[in-house]
C-alpha cells in the first residue's frame, strides 16, 4: 500500500475535473482511440482477459471471460449496459466516480462496446442520482459535439451513441436482468436465467451488463496493459485498483482507493483513521449489506479480494464496509436489514415475497422484548427456506428466480449463528425474569 497511487480516484476533487477539457489534457480518450483504431475487438477482450480484472458490481465475474460469451456471428444488435444503479446499503463509490471524472466511465464503455462490438450503450443510473445523471448528460453531448459518439467516432467507421435512463428507485434494478426489464419499460422484475444476458438481453438481443467501476478500469487497462494491472494488488487472481466504502463506526468515513488484497483492518485503522471514539470493533459487515457479518476475531489478516472474503465466509460484493462498534445492536441490525429486504422483495417468488416478510415480523418481536427461544431456530429455517447455497458468479442456485433471496437469508444467518447471545438477551421469558 505503502507506494501505491490512486488510479481511478486521482483526479477526485481537482478543479474541473468532470469536464472534457480537463479530461483531455490528462491523457484522456487516448485509451479509446487506441482500441478503435489500433487493435481488433479480439485484442480488447484478449488484454482484458489477461489482466484479470473481475467485474466490481459484487459477483467478481471475470470482464473479459463475460465479454466473450457474447455470440460473435449473432444478426442481432448487441448491447452494453453500464450499472449505475448503486443500490446496495453501503455503497457510494460508483457515485463518486460518476461526479468527479464521467469521461473516465464514458471512455471505458467506449471500450467495451468495441470489445462486444456495440453500437448502443446504455447508462441506468440510480432514479435519486438527479446530479450525476446531468453530468453524464452533459459529459455525453461534449462527446457527441466532438465526434467522439455519434457516426464514426474518432474519425473511424464505428458508430456509437450513449444514453443515459433513470431508474426509479428500485433495489432490485441493480440486478442485471431486473435492471434489463425495467429498460425495456417493464416492471423491474429478475429473469430466470439461463439464457443469460449475453445470449438474451435487451430486446432479447446479445447484452453486457457491466458495473461503473468496472468500466472505469479499462482505460487503464488499454493504455498500460494487463501485465501492470496484474502486477497491481496482493493477489495475482484478484488483482488491480479497488475502491473500498467505509461507513459506520469509523473516525474518517469515506471511499478509500487501494490495491485489490489490502487487509481490512489496514482500511479501519489506517485509512479510515479507526474506531470512532476509540470504542473497541464488535463485527464489519465486508461487502454491502447483502454480505454475511464478520465478527472482529475474524477479520485479523483479511485480505479484501473476492477470493479471500469469500474463503472467509462472507462476500467483497460491493466493498460497501460497514463497521460496527461494541454499542452496536445486532439484533437491531439484523431486523433493520430484515424490513429493508422485505420492502425491497419484487415479490415474484414466494420463499422470498413471505420469507423476508416472516424474518421481519419475527425480528420485530424480539426488537420488542417478545423473542420467543424457538425463534432462533425458526429465523434460520427461514433462510434455510428463502436460499440454499449460492455462488453469485452464476446466479442463484435455490429457491428463487434471483440472487436477492440467498442476499437476505445469508447475512440473517450469520447474525443469528454469531450472536445468538444477544438474541437470547430479547428473549420474553429473560424479559419476564
Ligand atoms: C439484488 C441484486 C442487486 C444488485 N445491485 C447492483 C447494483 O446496484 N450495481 C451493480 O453494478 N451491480 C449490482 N448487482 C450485480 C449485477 O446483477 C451484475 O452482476 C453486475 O452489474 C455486473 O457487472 P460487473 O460484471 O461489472 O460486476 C446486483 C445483483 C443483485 C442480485
Ligand atoms: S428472489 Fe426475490 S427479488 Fe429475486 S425475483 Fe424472486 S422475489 Fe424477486
Known sequence: MNDFQPILT?????????????YLIHEGYQAARQAIHEMTSDAVIQVVKDSGLQG??????PTGVKWSFIPRNSRKPKYLINNADESEPGTFKDRLLINHNPHQVIEGMII?????????????????????????????????ANHMLG??????NFDLDILVHRGAG??????ETGLIESLEGKRGWPRIKPPFPAIEGYLKSPTVVNNVETLANLPHIILNGADWFRAIGASHDSPGPKLYCLSGHVKKPGVYEAPSGIELTELIYELAGGI???????????????????????????????????????????AGIMVLDETTDMVQVCYNLARFYAHESCGQC?????????????????????????DLDLILEVTDNIGGLIDFSLGSYGKTI???GEAVAWPVRAFVQKFRNEFMDYLVEDAVA
Open 112 to 144: 467495451a462496446s468495441k470489445a462486444i462490438d456495440c453500437h448502443l450503450a446504455f447508462i441506468y443510473i440510480r432514479g435519486e442520482f438527479v446530479k450525476e445523471a446531468r453530468l453524464l448528460e452533459t459529459a455525453l453531448e461534449e462527446c457527441r
Open 56 to 61: 466490481r458490481g459484487g459477483a467478481g465475474f
Open 170 to 175: 428500485a433495489y432490485i434494478c441493480g440486478e
Open 276 to 318: 470512532k471514539d476509540d470504542r473497541r470493533l464488535k463485527a464489519v459487515i465486508p461487502g454491502g449489506s447483502s454480505s454475511p457479518v464478520l465478527t472482529a476475531s475474524e477479520i485479523d489478516g483479511l485480505k479484501m479480494d473476492y477470493p479471500s472474503v469469500k474463503a472467509a465466509g462472507s462476500m467483497l460484493g460491493s
Open 402 to 404: 434471483c440472487p436477492f
Open 350 to 374: 414466494t420463499p422470498c415475497r413471505e420469507g423476508t416478510t416472516w424474518l421481519t415480523k419475527i425480528l420485530r418481536r424480539f426488537t420488542q422484548g417478545q423473542g420467543r427461544r424457538e
Open 151 to 156: 457516426k464514426g467516432i474518432f474519425g473511424s
Open 10 to 22: 486521482k483526479h477526485v476533487g481537482q478543479p474541473g475535473s468532470a469536464t472534457l477539457d480537463y
